[in-house]
């Protein structure tokens, strides 16, 4: 026990020597896409709606603060992030052979991010991974335009990321991630019988951001 403690001991005071907190800030861009497997038939009353997200990437912002402890090589980097990311589907009436009044709708989400990253640095290049959780900040506009529809929107979700990053004259920072979803389904849609339907799959994204360290 004496031995423990006067290892814990060591460890606490030579700490310092080898850690350093350092505080920046951050921004940059990210590319989202959504996956859904198929077509989702909506019904309410006697209206069918057709859903399906398109396939091309939509592109949000993040802003925000982080703080970066670092222990030899390696590194703990907590973030607070103001981030946009949007999702667009093709939105239909349907008779029984076509669509009608098919147009194009987009959903644009506000969110704060928190990212807990971990990583280790082998001269100026570093890699990291951690989880991040995500909150929306108020609801986006509801998809589909029906009083006997309502949108559900999960309030809080969690991801994770994963990615290199680079530092340039201990100043400057640029990262590049890759962000997962651990939840399968954010976003549903319930007719006025409880029905649910289930929108988006894992959504993912890809987010270069530039950074500043103080």
């Known amino acids: 026990m004496k031995k423990l403690f006067a290892i814990l001991l060591t460890v606490l005071i030579s700490l310092p020597v080898f850690s350093q907190l350092k505080f920046g800030i951050k921004g940059g861009v990210s590319t989202t896409s959504v996956t859904m497997d198929e077509f989702k038939d909506i019904v309410t009353g006697g209206t069918t709606y057709s859903v399906d997200n398109l ?3 939509n592109y949000g ?3 925000g603060f982080f703080a970066r402890l670092s222990i030899s090589k390696l590194y703990i980097q907590p973030e607070l992030l103001f981030s946009t990311r949007s999702n667009s589907y093709t939105l239909g009436k349907v008779n029984q052979t076509s669509f009608i009044d098919s147009l194009t709708v987009k959903q644009s989400f506000n969110k704060l991010d928190i990212p807990v990253m971990v990583g280790l640095k082998f001269g100026p290049v570093r890699i990291n991974a951690g989880p991040v959780g995500s909150l929306n900040i108020g609801s986006p506009k ?3 335009n029906d009083p006997n529809l309502k949108d559900n929107f999960s309030k809080l979700t969690y991801g ?3 990615g290199v990053g680079l ?3 201990k100043k400057l920072t640029i990262d590049l ?3 997962g979803n651990l939840k399968k389904y954010q976003n549903q849609i319930q007719n006025a019988v409880g029905t649910s339907y289930n929108l988006d799959d894992r959504s993912n994204a890809f987010l270069l951001s530039v950074g500043y360290i103080f």
């Open 142 to 144: 509801a998809l589909i």
């Open 167 to 169: 530092d340039i004259l």
């Open 55 to 57: 396939k091309s990437a």
């Open 160 to 162: 994770y990321q994963a």
């Open 61 to 63: 912002i993040h802003l």
């Open 177 to 179: 991630r890759y962000e």
